[in-house]
T-cell receptor, first 112, second 115 residues
């Protein structure tokens, strides 16, 4: 069974204090790993897609990396507007067809 | 360009009732997926449809069903509502079948409360 875990569950940073969020996954036949940002009461906002181990992608203060067992979302010099829940998801094929599994998310708070 | 749209935004139902949620994908997108997100948890995959055919199904009871129309919009139906069905229901669209690597873009969701 495909599984995704995320750590830490919650993270409080001071503005400018860099850190990393972890996403660990167990999946048969990874077709893609996704990072999303979600603000309270809203739908997830797409950030990155990673397809193979060793791949890296960057966008502003965010950088996502992928290994065979986990992915990291690095946040450099965060600002208060980066406060949100960050979700990791994996896409695979199982006996029922397409399958998408999300982790529980990491709640990030960036204090001014 | 409009993103994924969902209706209604909020809905209150009582136990045992039926509900229909609607989703319009991004223009040009042919695949629609449905998710249930309970407060404090990540979204759970319910269905994926592409070209009106079901292409994926999560671990949900048969009370949940969906369909996709020729214009690629979609409906999610839930029968015999339970209190535990209270959640944010999210729709996501992607350009084409996810057998080809594709990214899903989410709508704002429909907040369902079952009393």
């Amino acid at each position: 069974e495909d599984q995704v875990t995320q750590s830490p569950e919650a993270l409080r940073l001071q503005e400018g204090e860099s850190s990393s969020l972890n996403c660990s996954y167990t999946v048969s036949g990874l077709r893609g790993l996704f990072w999303y940002r979600q603000d309270p009461g809203k739908g997830p906002e797409f950030l990155f897609t990673l397809y193979s181990a060793g791949e890296e992608k960057e966008k502003e203060r965010l950088k996502a990396t992928l290994t065979k067992k986990e992915s990291f979302l690095h946040i450099t010099a965060p600002k208060p507007e980066d406060s949100a829940t960050y979700l990791c998801a994996v896409h695979s094929l199982d006996n029922y067809g397409q399958n998408f599994v999300f982790g529980p998310g990491t709640r990030l708070s960036v204090l001014p | 360009d409009a993103g994924v749209t969902q209706s209604p935004t909020h809905l209150i139902k009582t136990r045992g009732q039926h509900v229909t949620l609607r989703c319009s994908p991004i223009s040009g997108h042919k695949s629609v997926s449905w998710y249930q997100q309970v407060l404090g948890q990540g979204p759970q995959f319910i269905f994926q449809y592409y070209e009106k055919e079901e292409r994926g199904r999560g671990n949900f009871p048969d009370r949940f069903s969906a369909r996709q129309f020729p214009n690629y919009s979609s409906e999610l139906n839930v029968n015999a509502l339970l209190l535990g069905d209270s959640a944010l229901y999210l729709c996501a669209s992607s350009f084409r079948d996810s057998r080809v690597k594709e990214t899903q873009y989410f709508g704002p969701g429909t907040r369902l409360l079952v009393l």
